[in-house]
């Protein structure tokens, strides 16, 4: 080959592998960009937007803890490959091998990953009402997820949790003692936070927001929510990690899920005792709130709910 032919030969050859580099053979399906929390303690924010192909279902915060002995993961992920792809970027982190996932509660992006991590012999533990939540709804979850995720959802299969409890579940990671807490009902059943109070720090999930609305869906109890939120409180973290959006303060979740649940329930309560109806409760001026993002997908819907669940109170 001459010198002018090996020329065009590599030009043809850097073309080519830039062109499978842009495709499914090279890129990374999920890439994960992990924040540093602590010297122990990271975490993969998700996107705060609806899960969808793009974001390939990782719309939730994923959290790892590094022990002296082991590590625990925060959430499963929302597929085999999310939790495949995370799993790398623990690695890249530690030499520490994984020996616990624990599920926030029983929605599709904190268990449907237990289908990679059940494959590296992890226990993995969920609290009891997450538990059923999977066992009775798990399979309708993975295939709403598979016809979202498309390719993305390649090898997921629903995988239980190995071990359940109900209030409290103390483990140790060496030199970090860990308590897995149940403060009560809350966004969604079985919903639980992870506690490291040498750090003062706060896994909380599911059961605070302040970066995207919450949500208040048919099995939520927003006034149990209100309860379980101030015992979760007493603990005054002094580094919150929520199920979604960035690390952040008690003072903050605080103000956009406590100070909404009980401006919700305060609305709603005006137009109960004035013998109003639904309607008004979705015309209910939430506009304060209207910088969280999803605000335009879910506030109508949380009055809505809010008010049902508010009439049946008084029967």
Known sequence: MTSR?????LHAAIFLYSLLATTSVFAEPYPIKLIKVADNVYSAIGETQPPNYE???HNNNLSFIIGSESVLVVNGGDSYLLAKAFHQAIKRKTKQAVRWVVNENGQGHAFLGNSYWSQQGVAILAQKDAAHEIAQHGRAVLARMLVRNKDK???????????TFDKLKHISLGNIDIEVISFGAAHSPGDISVWLPKQS???VGDMAFHQRLLGVFPDTNTAEWIVSFEKMAALQPRIVIPGHGAPTTLAEISTWTLG???????????????DGELDEAYNIDQSAYSQLD???????KNA???????????F
């Open 201 to 203: 720090i706060l896994i």
């Open 5 to 9: 032919g090996f020329v065009r030969y």
């Open 260 to 274: 909404y649940l009980k401006f919700l329930r305060a609305e709603v309560a005006k137009i109960l005792d004035d």
């Open 55 to 57: 974001n390939g279902g």
């Open 153 to 163: 959802g390649e090898g997921t299969f629903v995988a239980p949790p190995t071990e």
């Open 304 to 314: 809505g709910r809010v008010f049902q669940e508010m009439e049946a109170e008084s």
């Open 294 to 300: 999803v605000f335009d997908e879910l506030a109508a």
